[in-house]
């Protein structure tokens, strides 16, 4: 009898104790993503109206970090600050081509399943809107993870529906990963030039990115 409320009383408290609490798998868990926020020290990038590319990017960076990261992504920067990765002495061409293979060597060497690069857009009119994203050709992953982040992209309020594009940018050509480079929007474009200034936009933009990586890699 006693043997039986013994039981009883186990039982009653395995069932108030409800079930073991198994640990939250976050979605990037064991995913490593490295990003790429152009220019940066001497080479400003696109400059408008006093609004510098490299600045923009870098803010854009940092936040698409931080939700990367909420997601249990390991992320890696190519710079944390205004700075471009060329070593003193290279000028122009050779300096640029330089900045760029040390950001390829540094996705590299850090094991990464996915390069994103983050760029704002300039052109001499003032009519073109809207961020967009490139792959390489050949890529076929590249393709499925820049459709994947153009589409959350098209659902931020007010931007224009812009399609995805090929590119053979040096970066996204030499990648030894699957790779894509977002132009955030343009700097040319004054209502976008402004939006683009502003904390809560870049917030948008940033997570949109963010789930069009989640997307992509969760259905790979
Ligand atoms: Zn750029």
């Given at each position: 009898?006693?043997?039986?409320?013994?039981?009883?009383?186990?039982?009653?408290?395995l069932?108030?104790?409800?079930?073991?609490?198994?640990?939250?798998?976050?979605?990037?868990?064991?995913?490593?993503?490295?990003?790429?926020?152009?220019?940066?020290?001497?080479?400003?990038g696109?400059?408008?109206?006093?609004?510098?590319e490299?600045?923009?990017?870098l803010?854009?960076?940092?936040?698409?970090?931080?939700?990367?990261?909420?997601?249990?992504?390991?992320?890696?920067?190519?710079r944390?600050g205004?700075y471009?990765?060329?070593?003193?002495?290279?000028?122009?061409?050779?300096?640029h081509?330089?900045?760029l293979?040390?950001?390829?060597d540094?996705?590299?060497?850090?094991g990464?399943?996915?390069?994103?690069?983050?760029?704002?857009?300039?052109?001499?009119?003032?009519s073109?809107?809207g961020?967009?994203?490139?792959?390489y050709?050949?890529s076929?992953?590249?393709?499925?993870?820049?459709?994947?982040?153009?589409?959350?992209?098209?659902?931020?309020?007010?931007?224009r529906k812009?399609?995805?594009?090929?590119s053979?940018?040096?970066?996204?050509?030499?990648?030894?990963?699957?790779?894509?480079?977002?132009?955030v929007?343009?700097?040319s474009s004054p209502?976008?030039?402004?939006?683009?200034?502003?904390?809560?936009?870049?917030?948008?933009?940033?997570?949109?990115?963010?789930?069009?990586?989640?997307?992509?890699?969760?259905?790979?």
């Amino acid at each position: 009898m006693k043997k039986t409320l013994f039981l009883l009383l186990y039982g009653l408290l395995l069932i108030l104790a409800g079930p073991t609490e198994v640990e939250a798998v976050l979605p990037l868990e064991g995913k490593v993503i490295v990003v790429d926020p152009g220019h940066g020290g001497y080479d400003p990038g696109a400059v408008r109206a006093g609004v510098e590319e490299k600045n923009i990017n870098l803010q854009i960076s940092l936040k698409l970090k931080g939700y990367l990261e909420e997601k249990g992504a390991r992320v890696f920067m190519t710079r944390n600050g205004d700075y471009n990765l060329a070593v003193v002495g290279l000028h122009k061409k050779e300096a640029h081509r330089y900045d760029l293979r040390k950001r390829l060597d540094m996705a590299k060497q850090s094991g990464a399943s996915l390069l994103i690069s983050i760029h704002a857009n300039c052109t001499y009119g003032v009519s073109q809107q809207g961020a967009e994203v490139f792959y390489y050709q050949p890529s076929e992953k590249g393709r499925l993870i820049a459709d994947s982040i153009q589409s959350e992209l098209r659902s931020v309020p007010g931007m224009r529906k812009r399609i995805i594009k090929t590119s053979n940018c040096y970066i996204l050509r030499n990648a030894s990963m699957p790779a894509v480079l977002v132009e955030v929007g343009y700097l040319s474009s004054p209502g976008e030039r402004k939006n683009l200034l502003r904390g809560e936009y870049q917030e948008l933009i940033s997570q949109s990115i963010s789930s069009g990586i989640l997307k992509a890699l969760s259905v790979q």
